[in-house]
Every structure is written in C-alpha cells, then in structure tokens.
C-alpha cells in the first residue's frame, strides 16, 4: 500500500472516444450524476480540449469538499505526479498502460483504484478482460438517465474509501 502523494489528487480517464467517460463529459457525470455522450458534449463546448478538468463531489452528506484533478494524458505526468494519482477510467485494453511507471496491471490496480464504465446491456465479451483485473465495473443504461446518479455515487464512495484507507 501506498500514500497518496501531496496536492490534488488525480483521476484518469481515456482519451479514446471509443469509452464512456472521457474528459469531456466526466464533470457532468462525478458532480451532477448525469451522464452526457461524448459526441453530444463535444457539439455543446466551446474552445478546444481541455488538458484538466477539476471536478468536486457535490452531493456529500459532510461538509468537506475533495477537489480532484481530471486528465487523460498519463504521458504528460511527472514522477511525482504519479504519487498522486488515485483511480483510473480504463477501457478494457492493456495498451493503455503502455508508458505507465508500473510493471503490469497487478501492480497498477494495487496502488491505483481502477473504474470500467459500461453500458449494462453490452455484450459480457466487452467486459472480458477486465473481469481479470482489480477494477470496480460500473454499469450505467442506454437510456434511463435517472440511474445515473446512483452509478456515480457508486464511483465516489469507492473513491472515497480508498482515500481513507491511504490516508496519511
């Protein structure tokens, strides 16, 4: 087990369009329990891709607020820039951990609190891989959008456990 490094914690998501939380869309879902497609919340930006989205959790029962930084560029981050990162959105196939500082994905999902977001008809083949990692699968629906605070609520209590069980 490690300790979280100091300053604001660090969520990862994918920069692949091809998974259901992206950088985009990750703010709607983890503060506002909404999930938007990225194709949709692309049509409604303005300006470019951000490289860091600051999300808050909003609906908590205790007053303190944890702020937490949102990237998808792992590539970008420095050493101690690791230490502080705490869960990872992953899509389910192993290049996306090509150039992390980890030997295999044992290690990652020992230090790094992992999510797989999915849609709870798709086919148990899209879900076959990470079956065998230590990550939490999330399934959200095609189109009851009222289930979707539940699933993001979901994504912070796990959070927030494993924060609390790397805290200093």
């Known amino acids: 087990m490690r300790k979280i490094g100091e ?11 091809s998974t259901l939380i992206t950088i985009y869309n990750v703010k709607e879902f983890l503060e506002d329990g909404v999930f938007i497609p990225t194709d949709v919340k692309l049509k409604q930006m303005k300006g470019g891709k951000p490289d860091c989205v600051t999300v808050q959790k909003k609906f908590s ?14 590539s970008a981050l420095k050493s101690d820039d ?10 389910g196939k192993e ?3 090509k150039d992390w500082p980890f030997k295999d994905h044992v290690e990652i999902f020992n230090k790094i ?3 797989f977001m999915r849609f709870e008809d798709d086919s148990v ?3 076959k891989v ?6 939490k699968i999330i399934s959200i629906s095609k189109n009851k959008r009222h289930q979707d605070r539940a699933a993001a609520l ?6 927030e456990e494993f924060m609390r069980s790397r805290s200093r």
């Open 125 to 127: 083949e899209s879900a």
């Open 82 to 91: 690791w230490d502080r990162v705490v869960a990872v959105f992953v899509l």
């Open 113 to 115: 609190l992992g999510f």
């Open 154 to 159: 979901e994504v912070w209590d796990k959070l």
């Open 7 to 17: 300053g604001v914690p660090i969520i990862l998501v994918p920069s692949a369009f």
């Open 130 to 135: 990470v079956k065998q990692w230590n990550v």
């Open 61 to 74: 029962r205790d007053r303190v607020v944890t702020a937490y930084e949102v990237r998808d560029k792992p």
């Open 95 to 97: 290049w996306q951990f």
